[in-house]
């Protein structure tokens, strides 16, 4: 039997990093998605083929009594530890500890990106497995299993990149409880920097940064947690669609300085930002754990102007669509 999965990629549209203390966060799932193969093997073993993963220099093939890979073994496994901990956290669950399993990995998102690359592959291959064991999960079960991966990875992870992964659309999220928000087409240009972040060494960052001066950034992430709050009376209000996202966008500029506060901002990303709304972007920010990956602008009324700003300024624009739809078993074979 083989079973293949995919799960989408995200936006944070408001409240990145503030949402790991427990402050709400609001993102959506976007067009981009990451593909998981899954089939069993007689070994007894796990095998992952992530051919196409996008980390400068590493091509890897790897299981646990065979590994093929063209970099140092303690990157291949280091890269590939949210896929494993997916896999072994499955087994776990079906009682088939012993059980054999090949994964293989294509995707369409960048790596380290700020999209939820990692939180896809994990959601996707939690799907796929699940399925082949047996499992009957609901997505919401696969997004709260994609955040233990996270964690387990990480070390810390607030759980919105695989909950809104797993369940798809638009939602407010707050300490593990989401609640989906009225669906709407966001006129939105993803700008990526073409550099990488590392989550957990940014989520690390922030974590000395507050354990050095609590009483400076706590205030910090109060105010994120206001801007979120205030978003989402703005999304749920009857105002008309321009006054809408006048509001929104005055906010993301808000989120934006906040991050920039906090140091996850880069050079790059903050000219992304500033060549968005010079070329008339009502709103524009980092979008996911920063460090490099990328920015997003809101612009109603000039999205390809401001795609054009973004790659004038060294970017590359991604104008991405919100997927309705989370987690997809897309083919069962016998
Ligand atoms: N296609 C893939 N195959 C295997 N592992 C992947 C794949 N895509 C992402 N990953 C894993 O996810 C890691 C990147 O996750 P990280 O959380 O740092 O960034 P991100 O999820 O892309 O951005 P953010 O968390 O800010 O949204 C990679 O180093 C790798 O371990
Ligand atoms: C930086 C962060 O807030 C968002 C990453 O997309 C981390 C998390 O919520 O787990
Ligand atoms: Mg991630």
Redesign the pocket.
Known sequence: MRVLASAPA?IILFGEHSVVYGKPAIAAAIDLR?YVWAGFNDRGAIKIE?K??R?PGLTVSFSEDEIYFESDYGKAA??????RQAIELVREEADANGKGVTVS?T?Q?????????????AVATIGAVSKLLGLELTNEEIGKLGHKVELLV?GASSGI?PTVSAIGGFIHYEKGDFEHLPFMELPIVVGYTGS?????ELVAMVRRTYEEMPEVIEPVLVAMGKIVEKARDVITSDLDEELRFTRLGRLMNLNHGLLDALGVSTKKLSELVYAARVAGAIGAKIT??GGG?CMYALAPENQSEVATAITIAGGTPMITRISREGLRIEEVLP
């Open positions: 995200k990451t992530a196409d993963i980390v280091e890269v590939l530890s949210y896929v990995i995707s998102i960048p790596v380290g990106a700020g999209l939820g690359s990692s939180a896809a592959v990480q990149d990488s972040g590392s989550t957990k996911g754990a990956g």
